[in-house]
């Protein structure tokens, strides 16, 4: 079972300022997913990368996906309060019968202030 | 609201207790899932069930019992649990085509605490 590293694990910042966290794995990954949890909620997709170097993104968030597949970054421009969450990173796990499941970091929680 | 909705939101029972959490998806899709979010763990994939047929116990211990009478529901039965089962427990649905990166919609849990 590969592992998802996620740096840093904790992160407090002030409104306006810029961050990057990142998701870190010794082996290839397929595909690579972000997600975002707020208290009492389930995680909810961000988005998903599938190709080496490939960039996207969603407003004021960018999202990369490593070279060679085995590291992604998130960069948040000029946070807000409404940031404020806890950021997954997940890659899917393919299963001995048919069937694949998504295994997840231990997330960065990112508090912005204002 | 993510099409996944969980029974119930909160729940406090004892070791000697018997109880049932639910989950019920309206998306239509063929595999369900039961994670277990611990405080300084990453999510923990429990269960993973796909056309209604179980394809992973992830070492789970038997005190958990899940059941999926339909791909629109999935349940999980607790009985004898310890406190250190206390955690938030999140269900989750998606569409699974030929292994691709198809994404997962989570209910918005159970906060379990075991006393």
């Known amino acids: 079972t590969q592992l998802l590293e996620q740096s840093p694990q904790f992160l407090s910042i002030q409104e306006g300022e810029n961050l990057t966290v990142y998701c870190n794995s010794s082996s290839v990954f397929s595909s690579l997913q972000w997600y975002r949890q707020e208290p009492g909620e389930g995680p909810v997709l961000l988005v998903t990368v599938v190709t080496g170097g490939e960039v996207k993104k969603l407003k004021r968030l960018t999202f990369q996906f490593g070279d060679a597949r085995k590291d992604s970054s998130l960069h948040i421009t000029a946070a807000q309060p409404g940031d404020t969450g806890l950021y997954l990173c997940a890659s899917r796990l393919y299963l001995d019968q048919a069937g694949t499941a998504l295994i997840f970091g231990k997330g960065t929680t990112l508090s912005v202030s204002s | 609201e993510t099409g996944v909705t969980q029974t119930p939101r909160h729940l406090v029972m004892g070791m000697t207790n018997k109880k049932s959490l639910k989950c019920e998806q309206h998306l239509g899709h063929n595999a369900m899932y039961w994670y277990k979010q611990s405080a300084k763990k990453p999510l923990e994939l429990m269960f993973v069930y796909n056309f209604k047929e179980q394809t992973e116990n992830n070492s789970v211990p038997s005190r958990f019992s899940p059941e999926c009478p339909n791909s629109s529901h999935l349940f999980l039965h607790l009985h004898t649990l310890q406190p250190e089962d206390s955690a938030l427990y999140l269900c989750?649905?998606?569409?699974?085509?030929?292994?691709?990166?198809?994404?997962?919609?989570f209910g918005q849990g159970t906060r379990l605490t075991v006393v």
């Open positions: 989750a649905s998606s569409q699974e085509e030929g292994g691709a990166a198809t994404e997962a919609f």
